[in-house]
Nanobody, 126 residues
Framework: QLQLVESGGGSVQPGESLKLSCGASGVTLDDYAIGWFRQAPGKEREGVACISSNNGAIQYDGSVKGRFTISRDNTKITVYLQMNSLKPEDTGVYYC???????????????????WGQGTQVTVSS
C-alpha cells in the first residue's frame, strides 16, 4: 500500500500558477499509473490529468487541457501537476492517486485507484 502525499496547494488569484507534487516517501512511482483528481465543494471527485506507467501516455480532462501539465521527475519518485492560468472553477481539493496498472485515463472511476493521498487545497479567487 502506497502512502501518497500531495503538496504545493495554496491560494492564488486568477491567471496565476501553482505546482503540485505527489510522492510516496522515496518509493519509485514508475510502475504505477498516476492520476490527479480534484473535488470542489458539493461536487463529485473528477479526474483532471493522468499519466500511464509504461509508455508515459498522458491524458487531460478538457477543462484543463492546455493549462495543466502532468509529469514525472527523472528519479520517478515524484509526479507533478503544473497548473497555469488558474481559474476560479479550478478551486477544490486536489488528490493524487495510484493504480498498479500500466494504463491511466481521467475517465477511469475513482474506485479503480488503489492508493490515495490526503489532498491539498487549491483556491483561486480574486
Amino acid at each position: 500500500q502506497l502512502q501518497l502525499v500531495e503538496s504545493g496547494g495554496g491560494s492564488v488569484q486568477p491567471g496565476e500558477s501553482l505546482k503540485l507534487s505527489c510522492g510516496a516517501s522515496g518509493v519509485t512511482l514508475d510502475d504505477y499509473a498516476i492520476g490527479w483528481f480534484r473535488q470542489a465543494p458539493g461536487k463529485e471527485r473528477e479526474g483532471v490529468a493522468c499519466i500511464s506507467s509504461n509508455n508515459g501516455a498522458i491524458q487531460y480532462d478538457g477543462s484543463v487541457k492546455g493549462r495543466f501539465t502532468i509529469s514525472r521527475d527523472n528519479t520517478k519518485i515524484t509526479v507533478y501537476l503544473q497548473m497555469n492560468s488558474l481559474k476560479p472553477e479550478d478551486t477544490g481539493v486536489y488528490y493524487c492517486a495510484a493504480r498498479a496498472d500500466a494504463y491511466c485515463s481521467v475517465y477511469i472511476p475513482t474506485y479503480a485507484f488503489d492508493n490515495w493521498g490526503q489532498g491539498t487545497q487549491v483556491t483561486v479567487s480574486s
